[in-house]
């Protein structure tokens, strides 16, 4: 039975978690193509994905239709060097059939959904650049509320422990 379709000159390693957590022996292994290159996977239950390598590469897994290439729903996506994750969406849920297995390694085994009538998988990779400045601009947005926080608390904790430390000594 065949279980994949390579397009363009690049292949994709995916890894698919079977029902089980053993590895599966005839898993399609692809390792993510090229950028502007994707990858076209027809007939596939399990399939075996490496993780992206570069702190700047993005490779997604995607449903679509096969006809017109619309309606495309994410899937999966590994990035950053990081391990493959469900994407946020349709196959987030528990139930979707979607089943990611990383096992600590470096690939990760994924078992997909049943294909509908017209539709297909696609594995794309894309490159992104992040300068010292966004980086650090981005570490402070998401810190920022710390700063706001950390003296409330701080007041709170002083004011709780004061209490306590008070109370004690006024009844006596």
Not at 21 to 40: E, G, I, M, N
Request: proline share 4%; aromatic share 8%.
């Amino acid at each position: 039975m065949s279980r994949h379709i390579f397009s363009g000159s690049g292949a994709v390693t995916f890894a698919f978690l079977l029902a089980t957590t053993t590895r599966s022996a005839d898993a399609a292994t692809y390792t993510c193509p090229p950028v502007d290159t994707p990858t076209v996977i027809t007939e596939a239950t399990t399939v075996t994905l490496g993780s992206t390598t570069a702190k700047s590469e993005l490779c997604t897994l995607t449903r679509r239709q096969a006809s017109s290439g619309a309606r495309r729903v994410p899937v999966a996506r590994s990035y950053a060097g990081r391990s493959w994750e469900k994407s946020a969406g349709l196959f987030a849920r528990s139930g979707s059939g979607l089943v990611v297995d990383c096992g600590g390694g470096t690939e990760c085994e994924l078992t997909l959904p049943s294909l509908g009538e017209d539709q297909e998988y696609v594995l794309e990779s894309f490159s992104y650049e992040v300068t010292a400045e966004a980086e650090a601009a981005r570490f402070l947005e998401q810190s920022h509320h710390l700063t706001i926080t950390i003296p409330i608390l701080s007041s709170f904790v002083h004011s709780f422990l004061g209490n306590i430390w008070a109370n004690p000594r006024i009844n006596q």
